[in-house]
């Protein structure tokens, strides 16, 4: 079992920065993929970004697209999503996923809580 603690969330105001972080209670493997995702009050949960490829590779959904940056740690089991350009639209629960394949996630955290005002 694996446990993710995200952290990092809070308030901003449009245009600002923060780095949500995600830690691993143990060892992943760096084959696993990451992933941070989010979810706004009455909207379906969106994938932000995903890493893997033991880093190698990353995806980004269109609407964060340089602005986001994903990060993964292999060594420390962590993942870091460093987000600039904050958009009101980004206020969401965001949180970290874990599994074999992006495909299969199958930890996730608890949440943690971005709010971007304009």
């Known amino acids: 079992q694996v446990q993710l603690v995200e952290s990092g969330g809070g308030s901003v105001q449009a245009g600002g920065s923060l780095r949500l972080s995600c830690a691993a209670s143990?060892?992943?493997?760096?084959?696993?993929?990451m992933g941070w995702f989010r979810q706004a009050p009455g909207k379906e949960r969106e994938k932000v970004a995903a890493s893997y490829n033991g880093g190698r590779a990353s995806y980004y959904v269109d609407s964060v697209k340089g602005r986001f940056t994903i990060s993964q740690d292999n060594a420390e089991s962590t993942l870091s999503l460093q987000m600039d350009s904050l958009k009101p639209e980004d206020t969401a629960m965001y949180y970290c996923?874990?599994?074999?394949?992006?495909?299969?996630?199958?930890?996730w955290g608890q949440g943690t809580q971005v709010t971007v005002s304009s």
């Open positions: 143990r060892y992943i493997s760096r084959s696993w993929c």
């Open positions: 996923a874990a599994g074999p394949y992006c495909n299969s996630l199958i930890y």
